[in-house]
C-alpha cells in the first residue's frame, strides 16, 4: 500500500460557523465547496500540511433549531491532533482571536499541548515534542 495521507471529515451543525472558526480563528482555508458562494453544505481546508473536510450534518429541511446534545456529548471520544512548531504561539494566537482555552502544558510523554473546542464540541490538541519536561501535567 502507498498510502499519501488522511483526511478526517467532521460533520457539523452550522457550516458557516464552522467555516468561520476554522479559517477565521485558525488560519485554514477554503480549498473546495460542494457549491459556489456562501452557501455550501461541504468543504475541504488546509492549513499547512493538514486538510479537514466539514459535511453539514442535516440538510436544511431537517435541521432542528439548535444541536443535538446527545450527538455533541458523543464527541467526547474524538480528538484532532494537530503538530506544530510552537505551542506557545499556538497558545497566543487563540488568545488574541478571543477563543477559550486553558495554557499550554507538558505531559510525562513529554509533549507541550493546547486544548480547545471546535463550534460543534469536536476537541482539538495543538501539540509539538519537547526534549526536557518543563510542567509536568496530564491534559
Known sequence: MDIQGVTTL????????????YCDVLGFHTVMTSEPGDRFDWAMLTLGDATLMLNTAYEDTTRPSSPDSARVAAHADTILYFACKSVDKVYAHLCAKGWETQAPMTTHYRMKQVYIKDPDGFELCFQHPVDEPEEMATP
Open 10 to 21: 467532521l460533520q457539523v451543525f452550522d457550516m458557516p460557523r464552522s467555516v468561520a472558526f
